[in-house]
């Protein structure tokens, strides 16, 4: 894999844990389990980079039928994915364990449509429902650096607080 993709995924996984570390702040209720939800949530719309992996050509060949990994990186795609993944957990916490997926694939969809692109507009999110794509806030490249270097910074600095905050114990 790639620095520019190792840095992408990095990114995507400790705004997770941000957000899921700032939720557990708030909600007596969630536990380092309940974090880890959040930080999986962020990573799900990245497995359409399994197409590294196994193309998608190869797929349609295998299955005799055409085949795309493309819908993984849509929100419905990863609404499927978070209901499916959230059938790992207990029947009485599939609800909360769904939620807290979403919570991470939301996050991830926002970071993708503040990236830079050549057209100026995001990747049509809400695909298959609308074509429509939002404009591109153009703040920087999926191969940049910069962006896993604030996501560490902040992560340090929530990490930092919540142990100053819970003392030794977990939030």
């Keep these: 894999m790639e620095v520019s993709t190792v840095a992408d995924v990095l990114?995507?996984?400790?705004?997770?844990?941000v957000i899921g570390t700032?939720?557990?702040?708030?909600?007596?209720?969630?536990?380092?389990?309940?974090?880890?939800?959040?930080?999986?949530?962020?990573?799900?719309?990245?497995?359409?980079?399994?197409?590294?992996?196994?193309?998608?050509?190869?797929?349609?060949f295998l299955l005799g039928i055409p085949f795309s990994w493309a819908p993984l990186h849509t929100l419905?795609?990863?609404?499927i994915v978070a209901l499916l993944g959230s059938l790992f957990v207990s029947?009485?916490?599939?609800?909360?364990?769904?939620?807290l997926i979403v919570v991470g694939v939301v996050s991830h969809h926002i970071l993708d449509i503040v990236l830079v692109t050549t057209t100026g507009y995001s990747y049509a999110v809400f695909w298959p429902l609308s074509e429509f794509r939002f404009p591109a806030a153009d703040l920087f490249l999926s191969s940049d650096r910069?962006?896993?270097?604030?996501?560490?910074?902040?992560?340090?600095?929530?990490?930092?607080?919540?142990?100053h905050r819970y003392g030794s114990r977990e939030p």
């Excluded at 990114?11 to 844990?17: E, N, Q, R, S």
């Design 91 to 99: 029947p009485n916490l599939r609800r909360r364990a769904f939620a």
């Design 76 to 79: 419905i795609g990863t609404l």
């Design 146 to 163: 910069w962006p896993a270097l604030v996501a560490a910074t902040s992560a340090f600095v929530v990490w930092l607080f919540s142990r």
């Design 11 to 17: 990114t995507h996984v400790l705004a997770g844990y």
């Design 22 to 60: 700032l939720l557990s702040m708030r909600y007596e209720w969630m536990r380092p389990a309940h974090v880890t939800l959040v930080m999986i949530g962020a990573l799900v719309p990245d497995f359409v980079k399994i197409e590294l992996l196994l193309p998608d050509p190869a797929v349609s």
